[in-house]
Structure formats: C-alpha cells, structure tokens
C-alpha cells in the first residue's frame, strides 16, 4: 500500500490477494494500521442487520479466517450463535481503499481455540471481559474502567470469546481520480481469480 492509494490494475489476482493479505497481517500486529479495527455486520435476532466496531485479532491468508474477540455475553455473540452470516468492512481514507468481505462466523467459547487467546491476550484486553454487567446492560452511571485481569482471572476468561470468520472471496473498491477500480477476488478455487465490477 502507498499513501498515493491502491493500483489494482496490471496486477495478478494472486498478486493482489498477496498484497490484501500482507495488509490485513499487517494490520493484526500494529494498533496504528488503518485496517486494525472494522465494522462487522450481524443479522439481529429480530432479523434487522446490526454493525459494530470491533479490533482484528487475527488473519490466517490460507484458511481464509479473521479473527476478533468479544464477550459471550454481548447481543452479538447470541446472534452470532442463531446466524453466522456476516459481513466485514474497512475503510483506509488515506490508501482510499475500501475492503468488504461475506464470512460465516464461528464462535469459540471455552473451547481450546478461547483458551489460547485469552492465554496469548495482553492484561488490559482481559480486563474488558470482567465487568459484572453484560454489555449492554442499563446501568445507573458510566462504570469505572476495568483492572487488568490475569490469565487466571474467572469471570474474564468465562466470558471470553473468539469469533472466526471463514470467507471465499473479498471485494476491493480502489478510489481514484481517474476512475475507481472495484475487483472481486475468489480464494475458494486453485488459484485466485479476479473479476472486474462496475464502481
Ligand atoms: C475502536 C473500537 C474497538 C472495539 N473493539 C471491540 C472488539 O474487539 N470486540 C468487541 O466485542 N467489541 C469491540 N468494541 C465495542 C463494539 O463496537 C460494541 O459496542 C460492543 O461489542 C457491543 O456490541 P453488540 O451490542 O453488538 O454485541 C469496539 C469499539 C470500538 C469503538
């Protein structure tokens, strides 16, 4: 990525799905990435569609999996758990390039896969999944911010959660002043292929 944007054109679909890939790794490792956090889309469980903010925890290229963490108590983990079907999202401003992808969400809870996470999650991060109240919940006033917990802290790992989101293909939208180019990649062949669309 260069701050003069993304050139799709003249690149291969492997080349292209290569440089997406170095991005979204990239982006799991740096809180400073424009790509570090996203907006996921859920089905409510009224059937509405519901989008949140939350971190990239993980990126494996070859299985096709992101990763974030939540609480097993938040709205979006019991959506989740009724319907797996979301859709990511994430906007550069600078690079002016916009990544949608289509996922089918697994959720990890008390499993080996939350395990290793919260073993492997920074204090502080362990510390948003001890509070008493579940997200979302009416409070009185503005709680105060959560201690750290440790790897063994009770309440934080039971309510711990690692969602996997497994896609085939991604769609690149790349903004420039003398024409957008929109391509979408399918992984789930051999090779990538990619295929033009209309901006
Ligand atoms: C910058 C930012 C990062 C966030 N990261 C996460 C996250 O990684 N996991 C998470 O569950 N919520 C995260 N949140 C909070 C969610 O956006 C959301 O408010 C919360 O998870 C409740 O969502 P729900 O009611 O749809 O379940 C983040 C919010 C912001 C603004």
């Not at 089905?43 to 509405?48: P, R, T």
């Not at 758990?81 to 949608?100: K, S």
């Not at 999944?129 to 917990?149: D, I, M, N, Q, R």
């Not at 996997?164 to 051999?190: K, S, Y």
């Amino acid at each position: 990525m260069t701050a003069a944007g993304w050139h799709l054109a003249g690149r291969s679909a492997a080349e292209t799905w290569a440089l997406v890939a170095t991005e979204l790794s990239a982006a799991v490792r740096s809180g400073r990435h424009p790509f570090h956090v996203f907006t996921i889309a859920t089905l409510g469980l009224d059937g509405s569609p519901r989008s949140r903010t939350v971190v990239l925890r993980g990126f494996d290229g070859a299985a096709r999996e992101i990763h974030f963490h939540t609480d097993a108590r938040s709205p979006k983990a019991a959506e989740l758990a009724r319907d797996g079907r979301v859709a990511l999202h994430w906007y550069d401003p600078t690079g002016r390039l916009q990544i949608r992808i289509t996922a089918l969400a697994t959720l990890h809870h008390e499993d080996s896969i939350a395990r290793q996470a919260w073993e492997a999650a920074a204090p502080m991060s362990r510390g948003c999944y001890t509070s008493p109240a579940a997200p979302g919940t009416p409070l009185p006033e503005v709680p105060p911010a959560p201690p750290p917990a440790g790897p063994d802290s009770t309440r934080g790992r039971a309510c711990f959660a690692v969602v996997c989101c497994r896609f085939d293909a991604v769609e690149l939208l790349a903004l420039h002043a003398t024409g957008h180019e929109r391509l979408r990649l399918d992984l789930g062949g051999d090779v990538p292929t990619a295929t033009i669309l209309a901006p």
